[in-house]
């Protein structure tokens, strides 16, 4: 299993300008969330699935967009980026809520300018 | 939710055991507390959890006061490779918001 996979690693975008960051996962996980880690600052909760055509609201979702057609895909869209997106985006899942742990993916460094 | 509140940073020698606390005075009774640490520019790492019980892995051991108002994660033998952020969480059994705060910096030192 490769585990939960994002693309690219690295961005840089200019404002106003849209792009979508990729979540792929391989163990058939129900439950997919996408994090946002700023410097010297812990994680921040952007938006959550617990299932294919079912997602919500995290602690900071303005400015970002998220669907789940699929089990395995997870995007991250961001319509209009803000020089206040800069930071780094982690992709985490688990087989579902409740009592298991999270599998993070490797992170995206995403630089609006 | 409930909150938890962990020093900002701790030292630890190499070779020692690294004794990290948490307070979560306000837990509820069907809330997990979890770690998971961060080493540099990586994604988080779970490490473990617990309900009530005392438990251990191959990572850490885990012990959780009676009243589970505060815990302590152990790494029983520190080395250098352990110097991360170390992350407790509290999360209800069937919770989807697993909420980070700001952690614990751990360095080991040699």
């Known amino acids: 299993n490769a585990g939960v996979t ?4 690295f ?12 979540c792929a996962q391989d163990m058939n996980h ?9 410097p010297g600052m812990g994680l921040r909760l952007i938006h959550y699935s617990v299932g294919a055509g079912i997602t919500d609201q995290g602690e900071v979702p303005n400015g970002y967009n998220v669907s789940r057609s699929t089990t395995e ?8 980026a803000a020089p206040s997106q800069t930071s780094v985006y982690f992709c985490a899942s688990t087989l579902r809520g409740g009592d298991e742990k999270l599998f993070f993916g490797s992170g995206t460094q995403l630089s609006v300018l | 939710d409930a909150k938890t509140t962990q020093p900002p940073s701790m030292d630890c020698a190499e070779g ?8 979560h005075s306000t837990i509820s009774g069907n809330e997990y507390v979890y770690w998971y640490r961060q080493i540099h520019s990586q994604g988080p790492q779970y490490i473990i959890h617990g309900l009530k019980n005392n438990e251990t892995n191959e990572m850490a051991s885990l ?8 815990s302590t994660l152990i790494l029983p033998h520190a080395t250098l490779r ?4 170390y ?3 509290v999360r209800p059994l069937y919770g989807n918001k697993l909420v980070f705060g700001a952690g614990t910096i751990l360095r080991v030192k040699s």
């Open chain 2, 82 to 85: 352990d110097t991360a952020v």
């Open chain 1, 30 to 38: 129900e439950y997919m969330s996408w994090y946002r880690q700023d």
């Open chain 1, 73 to 80: 895909d997870f995007p991250l869209r961001l319509l209009s």
């Open chain 2, 63 to 70: 012990i959780i006061t009676e009243d589970r108002k505060s």
């Open chain 1, 11 to 22: 961005q840089v975008l200019k404002t106003g300008q849209s792009m979508t960051l990729q």
């Open chain 2, 16 to 23: 020692r055991a690294a004794n990290l606390p948490c307070n």
């Open chain 2, 87 to 89: 992350y407790c969480i």
């Open chain 1, 6 to 9: 994002q693309t690219p690693k």
